[in-house]
C-alpha cells in the first residue's frame, strides 16, 4: 500500500519523491542516487535524467517539446532543484516546486 506525504510541503508517494508536475510531465529526485545532481522527468511511459548543474539531458529519451518545457521549467528553478538535490543526499524531506505554467 502506498502512502502520501502530504505534511510538511512534501508531496508525492513515499517511494516516489515527485517535487513538481505540469502538463503531464512528472519531476522527482531519488534519494538512493548520487553522483552528480540530477532529477528525472517522466512522461508518457518514457524517462528522462537531466543534469541541475548544466541543465541538459544526460539519460534517457523524452519527446523534443517535453525536453523543451522541462529545461524551461528547470532553469526557472535550479536553485530549489540544487537544494532539493542537497536534501535527497542528506536524507531530508523533498520541498514541491512550483511547476511550470
Known sequence: ????????GIIG?????EISRFFGIVIA???KEHGVPHFHAKYSGQT???SIVDLKLIEGRLPKRVVAL????????????????????A???L?????LE
Open 95 to 99: 520541498q514541491p516546486i512550483a511547476p
Open 70 to 89: 522541462v529545461l524551461e521549467w528547470a532553469f526557472e528553478h535550479r536553485s530549489e532543484l540544487l537544494e532539493n538535490w542537497e536534501r535527497a543526499v
Open 1 to 8: 500500500m502506498m502512502r502520501a506525504a502530504v505534511c510538511a
Open 91 to 93: 536524507q531530508q524531506p
Open 48 to 50: 528522462g535524467v537531466f
Open 29 to 31: 529526485i531519488y534519494y
Open 13 to 17: 508517494p513515499v517511494n516516489m519523491p
